[in-house]
């Protein structure tokens, strides 16, 4: 078989061709041409970030040095509450930045340590409490690593000093080129700086001593083998111990031994023997099991594993399991950071979860100092807006590595919604309020 084209017909062709040609090229043109739109808007965005993130360390460093010098309550508020405005400045920059989390993880830790470090000094200077000798030393030592920080991002800044270099940078890393000058080198740098900055020690989550933090019952107890701990295990599930597998260890301040099957999982710590965590993954076919029917089952499970002194708290429902949240109580008085949680299975009642690390970590015999307020005059001063419905003694975490003994406020909101609040036996300090979120699922807190 054979073809021919008339001229015309040949001509027409090559326009199409010819067309779809130029049409393709275009294309690549306009994209290449949004591309460089785009490299150039994230250009720009990043180097208003750096140039606001080396500001805000700047300003960090200089209020830091203030503060040294605070004669008075009223001075100390004023640069607490600038501290941590500026903390949230230099958090919103690091985050706009394209940094991996392992170079600005010490960066962002500073930040953080300085924002709560802040609070727990405005909270002193609001109460009238007076800075201590170790505290002023401390913000000494946070002003020097702010200054540090502020003259290494200074000379990142210099490098990164336009949006062409920021461009240059992108498509580096779109063509998968590594430098060694980049501002990610830059900021690890720095992070291995902030590695030998002293020990900073106050009463805040993001204190280092928290990390040094170890459990009073896990150091008393009895080191246990994995055989031992196979066992333990095994008899909490009711299988034999041929049915479960070693599946990994645990190190750092909770060692522990993991073990499983196809459906459950189990941890035993290795010093005590104390199950910190089990779960059975089984399907749950439905909802019939009611609250309160599964709160007595979760009662009675602690109650036959001897752990009696524990009060319901909270309690959420999640894939037809409700969970709720158990409390030590000593004396009558909750221990919030002692906390257990279990969860029930809502087709059968079935105990499906148990999760005790918060009371393994930090569950001790307390001294509880005599409250030098009464109930009454703690009540005085709740808000006029609240009203005041019932009362317990609690303690509660400050946040840190100290505990809180507290009256618990439960109360009615303005729009009749239930509020705590927490008010310290020893200072009428209110140390939280949380409004609580009831819902057909369980309680929250905001």
Same mark, same amino acid.
């Given at each position: 078989?054979?073809?021919?084209?008339?001229?015309?017909?040949?001509?027409?062709?090559?326009?199409?061709?010819?067309?779809?040609?130029?049409?393709?090229?275009?294309?690549?043109?306009?994209? +290449?041409?949004?591309?460089?739109?785009?490299? +150039?808007?994230?250009?720009?965005?990043?180097?208003?970030?750096?140039?606001?993130?080396?500001?805000?360390?700047?300003?960090?460093?200089?209020?830091?040095?203030?503060?040294?010098?605070?004669?008075?309550?009223?001075?100390?508020?004023?640069?607490?509450?600038?501290?941590?405005?500026?903390?949230?400045?230099?958090?919103?920059?690091?985050?706009?930045?394209?940094?991996?989390?392992?170079?600005?993880?010490?960066?962002?830790?500073?930040?953080?340590?300085?924002?709560?470090?802040?609070?727990?000094?405005?909270?002193?200077?609001?109460?009238?409490?007076?800075?201590?000798?170790?505290?002023?030393?401390?913000?000494?030592?946070?002003?020097?690593?702010?200054?540090?920080?502020?003259?290494?991002?200074?000379?990142?800044?210099?490098? %990164?000093?336009?949006?062409?270099?920021?461009?240059?940078?992108?498509?580096?890393?779109?063509?998968?080129?590594?430098?060694?000058?980049?501002?990610?080198?830059?900021?690890?740098?720095?992070?291995?700086?902030?590695?030998?900055?002293?020990?900073?020690?106050?009463?805040?989550?993001?204190?280092?001593?928290?990390?040094?933090?170890?459990?009073?019952?896990?150091?008393?107890?009895?080191?246990?083998?994995?055989?031992?701990?196979?066992?333990?295990?095994?008899?909490?599930?009711?299988?034999?111990?041929?049915?479960?597998?070693?599946?990994?260890?645990?190190?750092?301040?909770?060692?522990?031994?993991?073990?499983?099957?196809?459906?459950?999982?189990?941890?035993?710590?290795?010093?005590?023997?104390?199950?910190? %965590?089990?779960?059975?993954?089984?399907?749950?076919?439905?909802?019939?099991?009611?609250?309160?029917?599964?709160?007595?089952?979760?009662?009675?499970?602690?109650?036959?594993?001897?752990?009696?002194?524990?009060?319901?708290?909270?309690?959420?429902?999640?894939?037809?399991?409700?969970?709720?949240?158990?409390?030590?109580?000593?004396?009558?008085?909750?221990?919030?950071?002692?906390?257990?949680?279990?969860?029930?299975?809502?087709?059968?009642?079935?105990?499906?979860?148990?999760?005790?690390?918060? %009371?393994?970590?930090?569950?001790?015999?307390?001294?509880?100092?005599?409250?030098?307020?009464?109930?009454?005059?703690?009540?005085?001063?709740?808000?006029?807006?609240?009203?005041?419905?019932?009362?317990?003694?609690?303690?509660?975490?400050?946040?840190?590595?100290?505990?809180?003994?507290?009256?618990?406020?439960?109360?009615?909101?303005?729009?009749?919604?239930?509020?705590?609040?927490?008010?310290?036996?020893?200072?009428?300090?209110?140390?939280?309020?949380?409004?609580?979120?009831?819902?057909?699922?369980?309680?929250?807190?905001?």
């Amino acid at each position: 078989m054979t073809f021919s084209f008339k001229k015309r017909n040949l001509v027409r062709v090559t326009s199409f061709f010819l067309a779809g040609v130029l049409a393709l090229a275009g294309g690549v043109i306009q994209s +290449r041409h949004r591309l460089k739109m785009t490299t +150039r808007q994230l250009s720009h965005r990043y180097q208003a970030a750096l140039e606001e993130l080396t500001s805000g360390i700047d300003n960090i460093a200089v209020t830091l040095e203030k503060s040294m010098y605070a004669g008075t309550s009223g001075g100390m508020c004023g640069l607490t509450g600038e501290l941590e405005l500026q903390a949230g400045a230099v958090e919103t920059a690091i985050s706009a930045l394209p940094l991996d989390q392992e170079g600005i993880g010490a960066v962002s830790k500073f930040v953080s340590q300085v924002s709560d470090f802040a609070s727990v000094l405005l909270r002193k200077a609001v109460n009238g409490s007076d800075i201590t000798t170790e505290e002023r030393k401390s913000l000494s030592s946070l002003a020097e690593t702010a200054k540090t920080l502020s003259t290494r991002l200074d000379e990142a800044l210099s490098t %990164y000093n336009s949006a062409d270099n920021w461009q240059r940078g992108i498509n580096d890393a779109l063509a998968g080129v590594k430098t060694e000058e980049g501002l990610s080198a830059s900021v690890e740098e720095m992070a291995k700086q902030l590695s030998d900055s002293p020990t900073l020690i106050y009463d805040g989550p993001f204190s280092d001593h928290i990390e040094e933090r170890s459990s009073q019952m896990l150091a008393s107890a009895e080191e246990i083998n994995e055989e031992q701990a196979k066992n333990i295990a095994a008899e909490y599930c009711g299988v034999s111990a041929e049915e479960l597998e070693f599946t990994s260890e645990e190190h750092g301040k909770m060692p522990s031994y993991h073990f499983g099957n196809d459906s459950i999982s189990i941890s035993v710590t290795k010093r005590g023997g104390f199950v910190s %965590y089990f779960r059975n993954d089984r399907d749950i076919n439905g909802s019939s099991v009611k609250y309160e029917e599964a709160l007595i089952k979760a009662k009675t499970f602690l109650e036959n594993k001897n752990l009696k002194e524990f009060s319901p708290t909270y309690y959420y429902t999640e894939e037809n399991m409700c969970v709720i949240n158990f409390a030590y109580t000593q004396n009558g008085v909750i221990c919030y950071p002692d906390l257990i949680k279990v969860g029930v299975a809502l087709d059968d009642s079935e105990i499906l979860f148990y999760e005790a690390r918060g %009371y393994i970590m930090n569950h001790s015999a307390r001294t509880l100092s005599t409250p030098l307020y009464t109930e009454q005059q703690a009540a005085a001063v709740l808000s006029p807006r609240l009203k005041y419905k019932s009362v317990n003694k609690a303690i509660i975490p400050s946040g840190g590595q100290n505990e809180l003994y507290c009256y618990e406020f439960l109360c009615e909101g303005l729009k009749g919604e239930e509020v705590l609040v927490y008010v310290n036996t020893q200072t009428l300090y209110e140390e939280n309020i949380l409004i609580l979120l009831k819902t057909d699922g369980g309680t929250l807190t905001k």
